[in-house]
């Protein structure tokens, strides 16, 4: 028999994303327009916050507050999906920035093109909406039926653009080594410019509204772990449509990476014993 051809695909005719001959999407920016978010914010505990901060950021106020977001993406660039967002309000260098602790997904699109380039830790899940009498709620389900977290509100006070301020968002991109015992070959830090555009309406106002509402944590699961970032006290909830772009990130932080830890039975992260 004879020796087959030599592989002719070279490093300038790959893809942007895998697979690199038929990448399922190119580079940023991705534009979003016409989403839904349903938003709350929360204050929770510092211990537990802190927990999920990695070094180098830090917990902008105390009592530590977290934000719970369901975007519901009609139109993108990658793609129609929902998400939902836990999240920590940190600072970087004297800079107001949003720590990303978890997300979920329900469009594979959406999961590998926030994953792999920028480091937002998601996960497939079942996420659904619901508009019934003057509520509006979403819900997220890991597996199906295993209800994870449930935000419901009551519009009430119409929002202005001005009402709608954007930090940088912060993820943490870890990338294993396939090699035994190697540890991560990517471990960093990643900012990520967004700002949110309030979309106005015919009459001139804001497609949005502020009013009650509230988080619950229905039914805790030590796999996705949201009910340890408990609500000690609602501090804002709104829905609102936006447009936004998404932009290039920027590494701000790399670290020393280290032989990745393990979870405990309790779901806990213990350091691995060689």
Not at 46 to 55: I, T
Not at 201 to 215: I, K
Request: charged share 20%.
């Amino acid at each position: 028999m004879k020796k087959g051809l030599a592989g002719k695909l070279k490093p300038e005719n790959f893809g942007f994303s895998m697979p690199v001959t038929s990448p399922p999407f190119d580079s940023p920016p991705y534009y979003y327009r016409g989403i839904e978010l349903l938003a709350f914010v929360y204050e929770t505990d510092d211990q537990a916050a802190a927990s999920l901060v990695p070094e180098g950021l830090r917990l902008a106020e105390s009592p530590a507050v977290a934000q719970l977001l369901f975007p519901n993406f009609h139109f993108s660039t990658l793609g129609a999906y929902k998400e939902v967002i836990l999240a920590l309000n940190c600072v970087w260098e004297g800079q107001a920035v949003t720590f990303c602790v978890g997300l979920l997904v329900t469009n594979e699109v959406g999961l590998i093109g926030g994953r792999e380039p920028y480091g937002f830790p998601k996960l497939f899940a079942n996420i659904e909406w619901s508009k019934e009498r003057n509520l509006i709620c979403a819900w997220a389900e890991r597996p199906s039926g295993k209800r994870i977290c449930t935000g419901v509100l009551r519009p009430r006070d119409n929002l202005s653009p001005k009402d709608v301020a954007s930090n940088p968002l912060v993820t943490l991109k870890v990338i294993p080594s396939p090699e035994e015992n190697a540890p991560p070959e990517v471990c960093e830090l990643v900012l990520t410019p967004i700002n949110f555009e309030l979309i106005t309406g015919s009459d001139g106002r804001g497609e949005g509204f502020s009013g009650p509402g509230n988080v619950t944590f229905d039914s805790p699961s030590v796999i996705d772990a949201y009910y340890r970032l408990p609500v000690r006290r609602m501090l804002a909830a709104s829905w609102g449509r936006y447009n936004f772009v998404l932009p290039y990130g920027k590494v701000i932080k790399r670290y020393t990476p280290v032989k990745p830890a393990v979870m405990d039975a309790e779901g806990y992260l213990q350091p691995r014993v060689s």
